[in-house]
């Protein structure tokens, strides 16, 4: 596939409208709006934008659910070159306003919020040095009015000059870390990154403008930018959003909209397969999806293909790299698909570099992911030293996650190299004994962690929350590992927890976790 030089977002999008003009780009809550009405709405957003000093380069943040409004006011910035700071929906207002001080943006949209947060509240008391205008867009208020006949030539040819100011080596926009083994990171990348990315996932999928995208990922999530909305906008498919990510409300927008491709994170998929709803609503137009975001066991894989009735593309992906990293091919037996990530992304530069001397890893050989090219970001905002860190002086991304390349070219994840445990001397990494867990029927969700031991130095514990109904004993858990792995794998201790705590982006809460270990005296 050859990369699309020089296209910056808004270049993608006009590209867009001027084949699908009468298309769906865009539905919610039963009500459609076509390629030629989003971009109309998103120029009139962009001429208002402008008359209040957002230009290129303006940072103005979005703390907002997945609704029209908020795609719209998206599109609208990146066609004058602004640059989106998206929230994590999750956050409280008090770490909003810490990240809105230390991005220093000018601007930030809302909505209504999120379960039980609500957002008009929170904002009310939100005050930092460079913010100049808090701006309601709720879902209740029709954002604009038909005005492209009102405006001035003046405007009009302001809003012209805007688009062409903006290149594809911009920054597209600020996304942030998971978190999950310590504070948020805003992540910096171009438009160059983002719309190659974008194409390159539509690829995979085999997505094309028969395509309707269920987006249940939040905005905010990586793998919803590139993998859902950017895909969808690059081949002229439509985006449906549910009216929120209950299972049941997911299931009713499949059922509606017919949605075709269904991109998630592993328990997202174990929400909609193991919930009361699925019985209730027609899902039989799902075709594909990408899975990844956090790890799974084969066997889950193939379950969720089979309950869903769905080809999955497994994939690796991190917010580093905007997203895309590798994926399956779409026509590959699923039974190996299961088994690996896939391959390193086309025009990229993937190889399995050694830990210490950043040489490369024989075929099989287990060493650190490492990717370098269009995906890779610019830097970590105001982050110069966490940045070179995990981009080393040959340009190349540090994933952090361990694994090795096998003789056709998957890619195979065996652990996080953070997350490496060391118990006497032997390297353990706890993917694998967390896939022998899963296997077990009753597990929900499970993650394995190293705890100090004064004899062995790390000692395993196993952290596991069970089914709904379902029941497991310690004995129960380490006879299964010790069935299927080394007896040094075997986990020492073993935790039952009602609910393992997840962080806004949907990966296990670390931090929290071992905050739980320690205070049980572990």
């Known amino acids: 596939m050859d990369i699309i030089n020089g296209m910056t ?142 405006f001035s030539q003046q405007e009009k040819d302001a809003l012209c000059a805007a688009k062409e100011q903006v290149t594809s080596e911009d920054i597209d926009m600020i996304l942030f870390t998971s978190g999950s083994m310590g504070t948020a990171k805003g992540v910096v990348t171009t438009h160059f990154s983002r719309v190659n990315n974008a194409f ?17 990922l939040p905005m905010f999530h990586c793998f919803s930018m590139s993998g859902n909305i950017m895909a969808a906008l690059s081949c002229g498919a439509c985006i449906s959003f549910p009216e929120s990510r209950r299972t049941k409300h997911v299931f009713r927008c499949i059922d509606f909209a017919k949605v075709t491709v269904l991109t998630a994170v592993p328990t997202f998929y174990s929400a909609l397969i193991s919930s009361e709803w ?21 066997s889950f894989f193939l379950k969720v293909e089979k309950e869903l009735g769905m080809k999955l593309i497994s994939s690796l992906g991190l917010t580093e790299a905007t997203a895309g990293v590798t994926a399956s091919r779409y026509d590959e037996p699923s039974e190996k698909s299961a088994h ?23 075929t099989g050989e287990v060493g650190e992911i490492c990717v370098r090219g ?26 952090g996650d361990m694994g090795y390349v096998d003789e056709e070219g998957n890619v195979h994840i065996t652990g996080r190299c953070k997350e490496l445990i060391i118990r006497g001397g032997e390297n353990i990494f706890p993917g694998e004994i967390e896939n022998v867990i899963s296997e077990l029927e009753a597990v929900a969700v499970v993650k394995v962690l190293g705890v100090k031991d004064a004899h062995y130095g790390e000692e395993l514990c196993a952290c596991i929350s069970c089914k709904e109904g379902k029941m497991l004993s310690e004995e129960n858990v380490r006879e299964q590992v010790g069935k299927h792995l080394a007896k040094y794998k075997v986990p020492r201790y073993v935790i039952f927890m009602d609910q393992i705590p997840f962080t806004g982006n949907g990966k296990i809460d670390v931090n929290k976790l071992k905050e739980i270990i320690r205070e049980k005296g572990i």
């Open 278 to 298: 699925r019985n209730a609503y027609d899902y039989s137009s799902l075709r594909t999806g990408a899975i990844g975001g956090a790890g799974y066991s084969p």
């Open 9 to 150: 977002i808004g270049n993608m999008f006009n590209e867009t409208v001027k084949k699908h003009a009468n298309r769906n780009a865009v539905e919610y809550m039963s009500q459609y709006w076509s390629y030629k009405q989003v971009d109309e709405i998103t120029d009139i957003l962009a001429i208002q934008f402008l008359e209040k000093g957002i230009k290129k380069g303006t940072k103005a943040a979005l703390w907002v659910y997945n609704r029209p409004n908020a795609l719209f006011v998206l599109l609208a910035l990146e066609k004058i070159g602004a640059i989106p700071v998206m929230l994590h929906t999750s956050w409280k207002a008090e770490s909003v306003e810490n990240y809105l001080r230390f991005i220093e943006v000018e601007y930030l949209f809302y909505d209504e919020g999120y379960l039980e947060q609500s957002f008009t509240d929170f904002v009310k008391h939100i005050s930092t040095p460079a913010l100049r205008e808090k701006i309601y867009i709720g879902s209740n208020i029709c954002l604009v009015e038909d005005k492209k006949n009102a």
């Open 340 to 362: 690996h990530v896939g391959v390193f992304l086309p025009n990229i530069d993937g190889r399995i570099l050694k830990r210490n001397s950043l040489q490369e890893c024989r």
């Open 200 to 216: 390159v996932q539509a690829a995979f999928l085999r997505a094309t403008c028969d395509d309707i995208f269920g987006v249940v």
């Open 374 to 399: 269009y995906n890779v970001m610019k830097e970590y905002y105001k982050l110069p030293e966490e940045t070179e860190d995990v981009i080393d002086e040959n340009g190349f991304l540090h994933t």
